[in-house]
C-alpha cells in the first residue's frame, strides 16, 4: 500500500479544520500556561492524539525540517509528547527517520533520574542537532525550558515549531535567544 499524494497546503488547511472542531474554543475568558489570561484558547491535545491530526501533524513538522540536518525532535512535557512520538513514527515512511525525545519540567527522584527521556544506554544529545517542538506558544516559556536543559547537555537547538503561535511575544523571546522560530499556525489563522 502506498502512501496517499500529499500538498502541504491542503494538509495545512485540513489541520486548521481539525483544530477548529476539536481544540480551540473562543469567547470566554481562560488562563493560560503564561499565566496571561485569553478569549481565544488551545488545548491542542484532542488534535494531537486524533489520528488524522497526528498525522498531519507529523507531516507538516518533517516538511518545516526538510532543509535542516536533525535527527532527533521533542520538547518539554507534556505538549512535545505526542508531537514528537507522533514525528518519529511518521519519519521513516518519509525517508527521513527521527527519534524522539522529552525534557522533564524536574528530574525524577528515582530510576535514572534524567531530565531528557527516550535516550537509550549510552546515547547523548552532546553535539547532535535537534528541534525543539511545543503545541501552543504564548510567550515562549515552555520551549525556552527544554531549549536550556539540551543545551546544558550540549545539544545544539535547529528551531523551535510551535503547532499554533499565539503572536504574544515567543517570536521576539526566540529571537533574542538566537533561536530561528516557526509556526505551523497562528492565532491569524483562527480569527
Known amino acids: ?66 532543509d535542516l540536518s536533525v535527527h532527533w525532535i521533542g520538547g518539554l512535557e507534556m505538549g512535545a509528547v505526542p508531537i514528537a512520538s507522533a514525528v518519529a513514527a511518521v519519519s521513516p515512511v518519509r525517508g527521513r527517520p527521527m527519534s524522539a ?29 535537534v528541534v525543539v517542538v511545543e503545541d501552543v506558544t504564548t510567550t515562549g516559556g515552555s520551549a525556552l525550558k527544554a531549549v536550556e536543559a539540551l543545551r546544558a547537555e550540549g545539544a545544539d537547538v535547529a528551531c523551535v515549531i510551535t503547532l499554533v503561535d499565539r503572536q504574544e511575544g515567543a517570536a521576539e523571546a526566540f529571537q533574542s535567544a538566537g533561536l530561528d522560530f516557526k509556526p505551523l499556525l497562528t492565532l491569524a489563522d483562527f480569527k
Open 1 to 66: 500500500m502506498s502512501a496517499p499524494t500529499r500538498s502541504p497546503a491542503a494538509d495545512r488547511a485540513r489541520l486548521v479544520e481539525i483544530v477548529k472542531a476539536r481544540s480551540f474554543q473562543s469567547g470566554k475568558e481562560m488562563k493560560l500556561a503564561s499565566g496571561r489570561t485569553s478569549a481565544f484558547y488551545f488545548n491542542m491535545k484532542p488534535t494531537m492524539l486524533d489520528g488524522e491530526g497526528g498525522y498531519l501533524i507529523a507531516h507538516l513538522l518533517l516538511d518545516a525540517v526538510e
Open 101 to 129: 525525545f522529552f525534557v522533564r519540567k524536574q528530574a525524577k527522584d528515582h530510576g535514572t533520574q534524567s531530565l531528557i527521556e527516550g535516550l537509550a544506554p549510552g546515547e547523548t544529545l552532546k553535539g547532535q542537532r
